[in-house]
């Protein structure tokens, strides 16, 4: 099955600074690469998502790229303010008709200090 | 506004007991999922459905079984509890046929005394 790892597993930086989160799977059928973001107390949702036949893409301050080659993708979220800070968690798993499955990984505690 | 509920935010109970969580969505979705989150370990695919009366493993079904009679409702039981299933279990809904934005419910934080 798959295998998704996850670093670093805290992390803090300064406001303004910029954040990178990366992560690594093992199945080379995954073609689907999501990232959730739970702030304390609440249900992760989901920020942006990544298919495999895109190198990058990005969303106001957050970007998510991809190397499949390598089975590699990253979280970058550049001038990190106070509400960023929350748990990220990305996850991989195949995408078409009847794929159900993702594997998350174990999350990342991003601390944005003011 | 979506919505994923699921009907206790805190539940204590003892050992041995039985135990049944419940998720409701409105957002006629046909895919239903347990996920199990603890500390350091992320998210783990417990169950999920994918229609009425359907339901698949996960990656640690063990010690749980599911209930999906209506589309909107699915149930998590534990037969026996047991203290390594403290835990917070989220549920979570998707459309038809994919994995793709999952809308989480608030969840339920389970302490198996």
């Known amino acids: 099955g798959e295998n998704v790892e996850q670093h670093p597993s805290t992390l803090s930086v300064q406001e303004g600074d910029s954040a990178v989160i990366k992560c690594t799977y093992s199945?080379?059928?995954?073609?689907?690469f999501p990232w959730y973001k739970q702030e304390l107390g609440k249900r992760p949702q989901l920020i942006i998502d990544i298919r495999s036949n895109v190198g990058e893409k990005k969303d106001q301050r957050i970007a998510v790229t991809l190397n499949k080659t390598a089975k590699h993708f990253s979280l970058h979220i550049t001038e990190t303010q106070p509400e960023d800070s929350a748990v990220y968690f990305c996850?991989?798993?195949?995408?078409?008709?009847?794929?159900?499955?993702?594997?998350f990984g174990k999350g990342t505690k991003l601390s944005v200090i003011p | 506004d979506v919505k994923v509920t699921q009907s206790s935010r805190y539940l204590v109970k003892r050992t041995g007991e039985k135990v049944f969580l419940e998720c409701v969505q409105d957002?006629?979705?046909?895919?239903m999922f347990w996920y199990r989150q603890d500390p350091g370990l992320g998210l783990r695919l417990i169950y999920f459905s994918y229609d009425v009366k359907m339901k698949e493993k996960g990656d640690i079904p063990e010690g749980y079984s599911v209930s999906r009679e209506k589309k909107e409702r699915f149930s998590l039981i534990l037969e026996s509890a047991s203290t390594n299933q403290t835990s917070m279990y989220l549920c979570a809904s998707t459309r038809q046929q994919t994995n793709e934005k999952l809308f989480f419910g608030s969840g339920t934080q389970l302490s198996v005394l």
């Open positions: 199945d080379s059928a995954s073609n689907y």
């Open positions: 957002m006629d979705h046909e895919n």
């Open positions: 996850a991989a798993g195949p995408l078409g008709a009847g794929s159900y499955q993702l594997t």
